[in-house]
């Protein structure tokens, strides 16, 4: 892939399904300092995709920072990166799906949202171009179905920007975080692009360039979206919605378009549930081939050159989420694991050399300290199972080494089948 298609991956990851429905919760904690905790959750995402850029510059391998962690940290400290990945990201796929299934089928419920998975994991075994065009197809119309709502929503009569002021209402400072702790999840697309950086052309040039468009983008589009949101209903309208743009076009006079909108939230959870089964079958793959997970998950397919058994792996484990499990508590367990993956990234490259092209200090210590922050201002809820499964994970690694140190842990991998 070249700069465009490795940009579309991350934009068609950062706008997905969640545009749709995170300045609700994010207005319930923000009031009318939604815009600030928007630019907060950017300015986290920026040092993060600044953090991720460096080092997939100097380490161009699938598998993000799995493959960070472990080259500048130690072989522990990338697993629980990779494992957290996997983790939450199975999750975020799992809730893409429902989501998809609530706008557009709702009456087949947890099947269709099954059959969204697996109709999108035969899309990735065709390989990588053929995913970063059936994105850009979803991209773009969510990206139309957002600006008709905007300029539906700004163009007429009903957008009063007095509901912008600060000063009618302060949240807080644990209100403000958290609300950027939710909007921080809009952006965290743009790992996608890292993850694939075996499989773009010149990555020391193509990957910093393909993050730096896709967030700068998705940041232009998010503030549009939530200043028309925030403008016509008001905070207190906003945050008990519970379809965003579908009650501001109907509040700014066009109820019509509400079906309309209904169709690009059902995009855009294809769209975002594409680059995910994309981003966290690279991850297995990354970890089975270093004997991380089982080894036969390594194996990369002949013709079309993708880990295709990583990839129907975790198909199958989201159907089965989507089929059996109640997913609200699991949300907010993928923030948590989703920012600890950050965090090592960000303290992987505090570890970059000079002669590395290592970002300002500032970029990753502000990474680093934004992502503990906010992970901490998640709900015990969420941090409580979240600590419990890093340990299991960290455990399960001592035990699998203690096991090859004995010798009875065994399996050759092949890099193609």
Known sequence: MGTVDAATIGAGAMIGAGVFAVFAPAADEAGAWLPVALLIAG??????????????????QSGGSYVY???RLGELWGYLAGWAFIV?????????????AAYAWPAGGSWAAAGAVVVLAGISHRGIRATALVTRFLLVVVLVVLGVSVAVSLGGGAAQFERLSLTSHWPGFFGLLGAAGMLFFAFAGYARIATLGAEVRRPERTIPRAISVALGFVLLVYLLVGVSALTVLGHSSLS???????DTVAAAGWPSLGGFVRVGAA???????????????RTVHALAGDRNLPWFLARVHGRFAV?????????????????????????GFSAFGVLVYYAIANASALRLGPEENRPPLLVPVGGLTGCVVLAFSLPLTSVVPGVTVLLAGGLAWLLTRFLHRRGWAGGQSSPRG
């Not at 990201?89 to 989501?99: D, F, G, P, Q």
């Not at 855009?268 to 549930?273: D, E, H, K, Q, R």
């Open 43 to 60: 300015l986290v995402a920026y040092c993060n995709a600044t953090s991720s850029a460096r080092l997939a510059a100097r380490h161009p």
């Open 69 to 71: 962690g472990r080259e």
């Open 88 to 100: 939450g990201k199975t999750a975020s796929c799992a809730a893409m799906a429902m989501t998809f």
């Open 240 to 246: 008990e919605s519970s379809a965003p743009l579908v």
């Open 267 to 281: 995009f855009a959870s294809l769209g975002a549930l594409l680059t995910l089964l994309l981003g966290v079958s």
């Open 307 to 331: 880990p295709y058994r990583a990839q129907w792996a975790v198909a199958l484990v989201v159907c089965v989420l989507v089929l059996l499990v109640d997913l609200p508590s699991a949300i």
